[in-house]
């Protein structure tokens, strides 16, 4: 099983921090030295250390200075500028509205051929239909207390981002777990159109729609946190806090092999079929 995607995140913190301490100690500078030299309280230099604040470039370029290293500060900040992408808090990214985060991603989804999701909980955004997406999102934002609840135009444009499905050149391999069908997000309208659309999109010839069943019998692997793996170069994992991205080879391929195992215990076609029927039917008794 892949660890924690935090403490990975984490981890690549702690690999640009080590190299500061290592680089002061080199240098034969103690943390009040290497502060005075910075121009910064001592207190700063421990946070620095123990990857508990992230340095800025300006810090960077200081402390390369002070060691008398200043050629190692340009491979620092890229370091400590991927190690900080890897960990995107959600209410950074939200604080002027919902809608400016599908838009962002148009042109990455674009040049990705191949999209591998996996979800325990929701419907995937590529097949969310807007009154879905709209309630989901709506909630998100109130839940995340966004000051711009922009929630239906975030829905219209996740809509839009998504038609790329049915753009020629990509391929989509989407997992869900059965839950997924059966936990309603919105009204029963919103819902049903919602499962009406899985029917539809699920027999798309680029798209593979899985749904592992609740009493599978073949379980070999746990349902866990929902990933989106790009072509073989990205996985993003969404987390209740953040979205953290990966882009090192070895976590990347357990990821893979998790998706893979998931994989074999998912139904497809008219077996998936007979799943989403069901959740319709259910949800249409739920409403008499």
């Given amino acids: ?117 996996y979800s325990s909980t929701l419907v995937p955004g590529l097949l969310q239909t807007e009154g879905y997406a709209a309630a989901l999102l709506t909630s998100i934002a109130d839940f995340r207390q966004v000051p711009v609840n922009d929630g239906p135009a975030a829905a219209a444009a996740r809509v839009e981002r998504s038609r790329i499905i049915l753009e020629p050149g990509h391929r989509f391999l989407l997992l869900v777990e059965e839950a997924v069908l059966r936990v309603q997000i919105g009204d029963e309208q919103a819902m049903a159109a919602q499962l009406g659309y899985l029917l539809t999109a699920g027999a798309l010839p680029q798209v593979s729609l899985g749904v592992i069943p609740a009493d599978t019998s073949n379980r070999c692997h746990w349902p866990i946190e929902t990933f989106h793996v790009y072509d073989d170069r990205l996985v993003s994992v969404e987390l209740t806090s953040a979205e953290v991205n990966i882009t090192e080879p070895a976590e990347i391929a357990l990821y893979l092999q998790a998706f893979e195992q998931l994989r074999s215990m998912a139904v497809y076609g008219a077996d998936a079929r007979a799943l989403i029927t069901r959740a319709i039917d259910a949800l249409d008794q739920d409403q008499t």
Wanted: hydrophobic share 40%; with cysteine; aromatic share 6%.
């Fill in 1 to 117: 099983m892949p660890k924690s995607p935090s403490s990975s995140a984490q981890a690549a913190r702690e690999a640009v921090a080590l190299k500061l301490r290592d680089m002061r100690l080199g240098a034969g500078l103690t943390v009040q030295g290497l502060a005075s030299a910075g121009g910064w309280h001592h207190s700063k230099t421990s946070r620095i250390e123990n990857a508990k604040t992230a340095p800025s470039a300006r810090d960077i370029r200081a402390w390369c200075e002070a060691c008398g290293m200043p050629e190692q500060a340009a491979g620092l900040i890229a370091q400590s500028l991927d190690a900080e992408a890897m960990y995107r808090e959600w209410r950074l990214q939200v604080r002027s509205g919902m809608r400016h985060l599908q838009d962002s991603v148009v042109d990455f989804f674009r040049a990705t051929r191949l999209f591998r999701v």
